[in-house]
Nanobody, 119 residues
Framework: QVQLVESGGGLVQPGGSRRLACAAS????????MGWFRQAPGKEREFVAR????????YYADSVKGRFTISRDSAKNMVYLQMNSLKPEDTAVYYC????????????WGQGTQVTVSS
């Protein structure tokens, strides 16, 4: 069993930065590919970024490539999403996922954290 708790959301101005964190419980954390997804109001949940068990490979949605960075610290059971050059269209609830296979298909989900990009 893995429990995921996101933090770091809030209000940020366009062009600003924010770092989201996902704390995972469970000794098997290092066995999981981890991902971030987001869901804007009235829209479907979408993939943002994914990192492999070792942290050696990362993958990004085209919409965030070059602006967002996913990382993990397996010693601390943490996954991070550094978001730079934020745009209003990045406004969404951001979800952490363990072993994601799609926007609605994952072994475990966090409760989500709201990020609002607005002046």
């Amino acid at each position: 069993q893995v429990q995921l708790v996101e933090s770091g959301g809030g209000l940020v101005q366009p062009g600003g930065s924010r770092r989201l964190a996902c704390a995972a419980s469970g000794r098997t954390f290092r066995n999981y590919t981890m991902g971030w997804f987001r869901q804007a109001p009235g829209k479907e949940r979408e993939f943002v970024a994914r990192i492999t068990q070792s942290g050696g490979s990362t993958y990004y949605a085209d919409s965030v490539k070059g602006r967002f960075t996913i990382s993990r610290d397996s010693a601390k059971n943490m996954v991070y999403l550094q978001m730079n050059s934020l745009k209003p269209e990045d406004t969404a609830v951001y979800y952490c996922a363990a072993n994601p296979r799609g926007p609605y298909n994952s072994d475990y989900w966090g409760q989500g954290t709201q990020v609002t990009v607005s002046s």
